[in-house]
DNA sequence: CGTCCGCTTGACTCAGATCAAACTTGGTGG
DNA sequence: CCACCAAGTTTGATCTGAGTCAAGCGGACG
């Protein structure tokens, strides 16, 4: 960056300082829905929103676990219409703000606009990642392609997640699991 | 968009004004490496070029198949190294710059800057798209999805390049086009 | 104490990868 | 014109890994 200042710390300070409103979600609660106009921009300060939308056999994909530091719906800021619904996993705190502001702030302030860009940027590498772990054909082929990004397996109980984040079954998930505990 | 102007145009025009430098390449020539320091961006004018990743296994797998109007490596604008490479199907011609000066003029051009915020958002959605896609487990499935986004099934010949962004072997994708073929 | 939820494990089934062999198409040169 | 070659396509046979259904286990919590 032209400031040093890494991207997430600049979009951070925006939500954090502007004029945009605090929202709590419990656990399965929307923020939005498929298909809905495009009206707010979410920041999470807590908690975990997932993306998902549902295949033409109803099965539910994650598209994207938006954490901490996040910015929900990235890619819908110049769209018409969601092309996914956000859910809370847990309960989440987040900042909301209307599009059309973020928008006039981004073309008012050039860094947070190259802040914006170079987010956009990963959040392009991220989602292209997932789709090649994806074409790994083997669990555990995804698996290891996973833990090299994220290096740390999650807790017990969190272990259906990583499976849907997998693209595998649970029970698939599982026995990849035991195998490798009962070795190294 | 604020000004009516559609992303893509506003950021050809951009290429096609500045200072870049036109370039041509041959069919499998390559524009960078995976891993080579991030120098230039490319715009590409005329036909196409594929970005390719190897899988531990060694399997290649394109990430993104960039054609007229498309930036390359788009994602990589922020980034200090390549995370794929690019190499040229069949010949192509492009206008290539220097990511020092495009980050310039991103800096510089509040609408320029909107529009690539925008084409990045973008392409955030396509590479969900294609992740979402290849979820998906039945070769018929994946190709009904493909269909709903690009109308247009390819001419014979190209029917191997189709099987390996729909993440299926070659054969099975044949068998698939046979079984339709004998239906409607 | 009983229920719920996540985990574990077994048995079966099936779609697609892989290996293999033939066929089509287009181009090249004799 | 034909022999020949290369690349792409077609089709068959076999194998394998994961999905699915199913049954049982264990801890947490009211």
Do not use: K
């Not at 656990?27 to 106009?37: I, R, S």
């Not at 981004?106 to 170079?118: C, G, N, P, S």
């Amino acid at each position: 960056m032209a400031a040093g200042v890494s991207p997430v710390t600049t979009i951070r300070a925006y939500f954090e300082s502007d004029s945009g409103t605090r929202r709590q979600l419990q656990d399965g609660e929307a923020l939005f829905h498929d298909g809905d106009p495009v009206r707010q921009m979410g920041f999470v300060l807590e908690g975990m929103v997932r993306l998902l939308r549902h295949t033409a056999g109803g099965v539910p994909v994650v598209l994207q676990a938006a954490g901490p530091g996040d910015v929900i719906a990235e890619a819908s800021a110049y769209s018409v219409n969601y092309h996914c619904g956000a859910i809370s996993h847990g309960q989440t705190r987040l900042i909301v703000q209307p599009v059309s502001v973020f928008r006039a702030a981004l073309l008012a302030d050039a860094a947070l606009a190259e802040a914006w860009a170079a987010q956009l940027a990963h959040a392009v590498q991220r989602a292209r990642t997932r789709a090649e772990l994806r074409t790994l054909r083997t669990v555990a082929g995804r698996l290891d392609a996973w833990l090299g990004e994220n290096r740390t397996l999650p807790d017990r109980g969190q272990w259906q997640a990583l499976a849907a984040e997998l693209g595998v079954s649970r029970e698939a998930l599982y026995r990849e699991l035991a195998v490798r505990r009962t070795r190294g």
